[in-house]
């Protein structure tokens, strides 16, 4: 028994017979496992489709898997209700509560959280050197990094986020320490140690020592996540991660696209991010990110590159050809990709999108408001920003908008499609992570009116106005993990 279910286990026995759960229970430990969850919601299993769940029974397995639902259509949907409330096995959410995927957030810079919000003032290759790395530097001090990773982690599940794709930093121990938090608080992660050994692009107080170094130490953190006493579940994943070309060697991408062979592991890395990061690697090699990246072994079904804003049509069709993911991070390209992400096109053309933070690159760890930054920024793409043209002279971009539905879509099921898990929606097979928006919560920002709001409103304006407050619970694997 680990340490979050001793947590759980003595504040569950209040559990009875088809409880209707209280608004406190924000505050309060709930344990789904081998119990049916009856919930309202909803979910987008594919992309703009949205899947109303009108009371639906949602059975729960011991593992924290779905592992079946039932509709009020179904007809057997009423008797297994009246068994499950028989046998104290019914968890009824309350009226004005409705139950989501949680948020995969594809792109975050765990070391970054103490600089949220700041920063933001210089580009990419100014900010890396003035901000990023003297702060990433100071996670040699297990300490700060203990402390660090322990509010960043407690934030992102009160705010939803119920798997993270991260990047820590070059150190072996404090990337440990990241590990072992995110199994310690029960959040679904995939961790890299950062690779970056080119002695032009990193400073001498934080790099990798040399290629081996770099491969090494890559090798040793997938060792210990995989054989970590308390991870038998595999809830934290090991993660490839070339912190991006211009920081790493030919020796360093070589041996690590190897590694990424042998070992099957998740492949993370910035791609063509902004002016600077794509002239870098194009003057270096003469080809894009995405083809020096796939000529490494580095572009494979779990490989997820970090904003893509630079991407040819050639890149694009490759990433495709791949199955590899983009990590589409909206806040942050507006101050340091200098461009939009085309994501609509790239949705169109079935390439695998979703949703990133880039903790600290993005002033927000919310994904409601990555979801909001996302719909903003391709309206702006498809009509322009120049007031002074007319109106087709500054709309030449073509078709870019994107609704709630995609949002929704790239923050929950299409981040599971980029990660090759079963997360992100609600199917039998798949892991029940899963938030609760209480949107009765009076220190909340959603208002519904019975007399205007019913069906996919409901979702829009959850995903337009919901914050915090309004999160009311974060299941991962059927444990709720936002204890207080
Ligand atoms: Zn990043």
């Known amino acids: ?78 008797s297994i209700r009246d068994a499950r409330e028989e046998t104290g096995e019914l968890v009824t959410l309350p009226a004005g509560s409705y139950l989501l995927p949680g948020f995969i957030d594809l792109h975050v810079h765990a070391p970054q959280y103490p600089q949220l919000g700041s920063a933001l003032d210089v580009p990419l290759e100014v900010w890396l050197q003035k901000y990023t790395f003297p702060l990433e530097a100071r996670y040699e001090d297990l300490a700060f990094a203990r402390r660090s990773y322990g509010l960043l982690v407690d934030d992102l599940l009160a705010n939803g986020t119920t798997t993270a794709l991260y990047f820590a930093t070059v150190h072996q121990d404090a990337t440990r320490t990241l590990v072992d938090t995110c199994i310690e608080k029960g959040q679904r992660a995939l961790i890299g140690k950062v690779s970056m050994d080119n002695v032009d692009e990193c400073p001498d107080y934080y790099r ?66 902004s002016d600077w990061a794509h002239g870098n690697v194009l003057s270096r090699y003469g080809v894009t990110d995405t083809e020096a990246l796939d000529r490494f072994g580095l572009l494979g079904r779990r490989t997820v590159l970090a904003h893509a804003n630079f991407l040819t049509t050639d890149d694009m069709d490759r990433v495709r050809e791949r199955e590899a993911a983009v990590a589409h991070c909206p806040l942050s390209n507006v101050y340091f990709a200098n461009a939009v992400f085309p994501l609509r096109a790239a949705l169109d053309k079935g390439v695998h999108v979703g949703l990133g933070t880039d903790i600290s690159g993005g002033p927000s760890a919310s994904m409601l408001e990555n979801c909001r930054g996302a719909i903003l920024m391709s309206r702006a793409l498809e009509s322009g920003v120049d007031p ?54 009076e220190k909340g920002s959603v208002r519904l009116f019975d007399e205007f709001d019913s069906g996919e409103q409901i979702l829009q304006k959850i995903i337009n106005t919901a914050s915090k407050p309004n999160i009311a619970a974060t299941w991962v694997g059927g444990l709720n993990v936002r204890l207080p």
């Open 1 to 78: 028994m680990d340490s979050l279910e001793k947590r759980h286990r003595f504040q569950v026995s209040h559990l009875h017979t088809s409880v209707e759960i209280p608004i406190e229970f924000r505050n309060t430990a709930l344990d789904l496992r081998n119990k049916t969850l009856c919930a309202s919601g909803f979910h987008a299993p594919e992309r703009g489709k949205i899947d109303i769940l009108d009371d639906v029974l949602i059975d729960v397995s011991a593992g924290g898997t779905i592992s079946a639902i039932h509709r009020p259509s179904d007809p057997n949907y009423r």
């Open 208 to 273: 990798d020592a040399s290629p081996e170094a770099a491969i090494n130490g890559t090798r040793a953190l997938i060792d210990y996540v995989r054989t970590h006493p308390e991870n038998t579940d595999g809830r934290v994943l090991p993660v490839i991660t070339p912190r991006f070309i211009p920081s790493c060697t030919d020796a360093t991408l070589e041996g690590l696209g190897a590694l990424a062979k042998e070992c099957g592991c998740h492949v993370q890395t910035h791609c063509s991010e």
């Open 388 to 441: 002074t043209l007319d109106s087709a002279a500054r709309a030449t971009f073509g078709p870019a908008q994107i609704d709630f539905r995609d949002a929704f879509y790239i923050a929950t099921a299409g981040g599971g499609v980029a990660l090759d898990l079963p997360v992100g929606q609600f199917r039998p097979g798949y892991l029940f992570d899963a938030i609760v928006i209480d949107t009765r919560a």
